[in-house]
């Protein structure tokens, strides 16, 4: 007896996201994971192996900091999430999950609820779309592009630290004690914000230092 496609489809996703916090997810990343489950369970893993990366790379790198709240570590962090799922999966479909996770943030927002405990905002969304975009080039050079030599996990840790360093990445400016600032380098009483998506944060490169900030 030949068994159904949708059965099928319906099988894998409920086996791809048997392997994830389900409660974690968003509706939108909820939805990603119905459309792709085959590529969830690759995302999964590969989520996986970023965030265990990333808090060892918090402890040994300075130049990364460990700021996830709108600083170098956070900018690392999604770009090379990215690029690491372009290497296993096609670019259109990590480019779906990264909106999905962000569309997922303004879901947190309404419902007051935090993204890694901090409240996500309009321009970390935005920070985040940018940074993702970024990883999605990398990843697809260096997985699909035969001039880009022999693929390997640690060449694409290097390309994205190199992209940081230069400041290709984008991260929001704040200043020596964490405090944001706005564009014209005011600082940010985010008390006034509470509640509201739109805050006049300010995006930058990523080589910005936070002397630079307040100069």
Known sequence: MKVPAIFLCLLAFLTSVSQVNV?????????????????????????VEVIEYCNALAQKDSF?????????????????????????????????????????????????????GVMPDSMMTVMDLVNNQIGIEVGTWLAWNPSSGEY?????????????????????????????????????DMNKYKGKWNVPKCLVKSSTTLRQAQD
């Open 64 to 116: 990364c900091g460990s700021d996830l709240n709108g600083g170098k570590l956070d900018a690392y962090r999604h770009t090379y999430w990215m690029a690491r799922l372009c290497e296993v999966m096609k670019p259109r479909k990590a480019y779906s999950l990264g909106f999905a996770h962000e569309k997922g943030n303004r879901q947190y927002f309404k419902k007051h609820k935090e993204e890694d």
């Open 152 to 188: 390997s996990i640690e060449k694409t840790r290097q390309v994205v630290m190199e992209r940081l360093k230069t400041g290709d990445l984008r991260i929001l400016l704040k200043d020596e004690d964490g405090n944001f600032r706005t564009c014209d380098k005011k600082k940010i």
């Open 23 to 47: 409660k974690s997810l968003s509706r939108a990343e909820k939805w990603w994971a119905f459309k792709y489950p085959f590529a969830a369970k690759k995302a999964k893993k590969i989520s």
